[in-house]
């Protein structure tokens, strides 16, 4: 049985860090990622990492602020994010994917989704 398990979430302030984690279990990915709904508003993608390392960021600005890697050992991927603003509060949720080829951005490409954790980042 496949399960995505986030954690790492919480309330920060703004100029603050956070790292979030996600447990996969049952198997394992070519392609993982991060997305985020903030209220009101759609899911976003927020980055990637594919089975060779490489990685894909939303935008230039988060790839400056944000981190994402995977522990391949463990199973588990990571989101290291730095200077907080408060546009960043959101729930963030990790997904895999298991076509080695899928485009890493569209959410529809991932089979697997986590049950998501909270980021607050206020003010």
């Known amino acids: 049985q496949v399960q995505l398990v986030e954690s790492g979430g919480g309330l920060v302030q703004a100029g603050g860090s956070l790292r979030l984690s996600c447990a996969a279990s049952?198997?394992?990915?070519?392609?993982m990622g991060w997305f985020r709904q903030a209220p009101g508003k759609e899911r976003e993608f927020v980055a990637s990492?594919?089975?060779?390392?490489?990685?894909?960021y939303s935008t230039d600005s988060l790839k400056g602020r944000f981190t994402i890697s995977r522990d391949s050992a463990k199973n588990t991927l990571y989101l290291q994010m730095n200077s907080l603003k408060p546009e960043d509060t959101a729930v963030y949720s990790c997904?895999?994917?298991?076509?080695?080829?899928?485009?890493?951005?569209?959410?529809?490409?991932?089979?697997?989704w986590g049950q998501g954790t909270q980021v607050t980042v206020s003010s």
């Open positions: 997904a895999a994917a298991t076509n080695l080829w899928a485009q890493p951005t569209f959410a529809h490409n991932y089979a697997y």
């Open positions: 049952g198997r394992t990915f070519p392609i």
């Open positions: 990492i594919n089975w060779t390392g490489a990685t894909t």
